[in-house]
């Protein structure tokens, strides 16, 4: 993502393709507010979920998550606390907010000993996912919505 939106004008941050679609700065915007909601997510409701073991099979839906996130033919609607409102006032402000949240919860993932498979919450696309699930969709958001920033950039307009 940070490669995407190297080098930018003023213009092209905040160029929208259509009324009805996200300008780079919007997509940003989102993606740092979603990097703050996957990681509250996975400590205030997935990991406080009642441990529920599971077999090898836990690991069964990791790969349909991921392609469930790379899919852009599928979308959805952004809730209103992750919509873009124009939170940030520069992009070095909004990108540093993503960049200090990514380092977060990288740092949590290198220490952490939680049964992350054990716990459960579900997601409104992927239905019931364990907590690990819940960070491949968080990486695979982030991925996601750089596609739809390079589909910005290759716009003609």
Not at 22 to 46: G, M, N, P, R
Request: with cysteine; charged share 25%.
């Amino acid at each position: 993502m940070l490669d995407a939106v190297d080098g930018l004008s003023d213009a092209q941050w905040d160029f929208k393709p259509a009324p009805d679609r996200w300008s780079i700065a919007e997509c940003v915007e989102h993606i740092a507010l979603t990097e703050d909601y996957y990681f509250d997510l996975i400590q205030e409701k997935v990991l406080t979920s009642p441990a529920q073991p599971r077999g090898p099979d836990a690991r069964s839906k990791d790969e349909a998550v991921l392609a469930m996130m790379r899919d852009r033919t599928s979308t959805r609607v952004a809730f209103g606390n992750l919509a873009p409102s124009g939170r940030w006032s520069s992009p070095p402000l909004v990108i540093g907010h993503f960049q200090s949240r990514r380092t977060r919860l990288i740092d949590y993932i290198r220490t952490t000993t939680d049964e992350l498979r054990e716990h459960f919450e579900c997601h409104r696309a992927a239905g019931l996912i364990d907590g690990y699930q819940w960070i491949l969709l968080a990486s695979g958001h982030v991925r996601r919505h750089t596609e739809q920033i390079l589909e910005v950039r290759r716009n003609l307009g």
